[in-house]
T-cell receptor
Framework: DAGVIQSPRHEVTEMGQEVTLRCKPI?????LFWYRQTMMRGLELLIYFNNNVPIDDSGMPEDRFSAKMPNASFSTLKIQPSEPRDSAVYFC?????????FGEGSWLTVV | KQEVTQIPAALSVPEGENLVLNCSFTDSAIYNLQWFRQDPGKGLTSLLLIQSSQREQTSGRLNASLDKSSGRSTLYIAASQPGDSATYLCAVGGGSEKLVFGKGTKLTVNP
């Protein structure tokens, strides 16, 4: 299996622009998680899905953030409008049993 | 609210040394605990998963222990190698599917 696939790997955008991050989980995994990692706050869970349904989005920082999972093989995390404080690494992970499998992350810089 | 602490934040050892990384958590009502490794610019790789009913797990030169009553876990690395240099993160799972992560210990093994 190719593992969890995220795109883009790196994105630099201007403040106010819309950013869309994409994730393809491992086939057969029923749970998908979006995390954000910063030096200050470490890894924070933003939202997770079970069987394509959002279960807990309490970690989504503001209404500017939204996430969708239209089918079992694809999810998006959208930031609109983006702000410099959104600069971070955004990880997608999928789960089998108790183990999480992470993608390599999307490195976002908002200038 | 669960809080996970990892001390020290950074550790430097000579090659061949046995070492212990520490993780503490505030709420002992956990479902499981995972240790991850993160290489620079990469995602997280799961190393060991300990269920709440278990005391330890072993994989090769790695051994992780769990003491729920005291809110502690340790990751023991035997005969450390330069290739073990990475950041090691501890994550605690509660009754939901959320994992709460520590900020990690950055390990450097010097040849």
């Amino acid at each position: 299996d190719a593992g969890v696939i995220q795109s883009p790997r790196h994105e630099v955008t201007e403040m106010g622009q819309e950013v869309t991050l994409r994730c393809k989980p491992i086939s057969g995994h029923n749970s998908l998680f979006w995390y954000r990692q910063t030096m200050m706050r470490g890894l924070e869970l933003l939202i997770y899905f079970n069987n394509n349904v959002p279960i807990d989005d309490s970690g989504m920082p503001e209404d500017r953030f939204s996430a969708k999972m239209p089918n079992a093989s694809f999810s998006t995390l959208k930031i609109q409008p983006s702000e410099p404080r959104d600069s971070a690494v955004y990880f997608c992970a999928s789960r089998e049993g108790g183990q999480l499998y992470f993608g390599e992350g999307s490195w976002l810089t908002v200038v | 609210k669960q809080e996970v602490t990892q001390i020290p934040a950074a550790l430097s050892v000579p090659e061949g040394e046995n070492l212990v990384l520490n993780c503490s958590f505030t709420d002992s009502a956990i479902y499981n605990l995972q240790w991850f490794r993160q290489d620079p610019g990469k995602g997280l790789t799961s190393l060991l998963l300990i269920q709440s009913s278990q005391r330890e797990q072993t994989s090769g030169r790695l051994n992780a222990s769990l003491d729920k009553s005291s809110g502690r876990s340790t990751l023991y690395i035997a005969a450390s190698q330069p290739g073990d240099s990475a950041t090691y993160l501890c994550a605690v799972g509660g009754g939901s599917e959320k994992l709460v992560f520590g900020k990690g210990t950055k390990l450097t093994v010097n040849p």
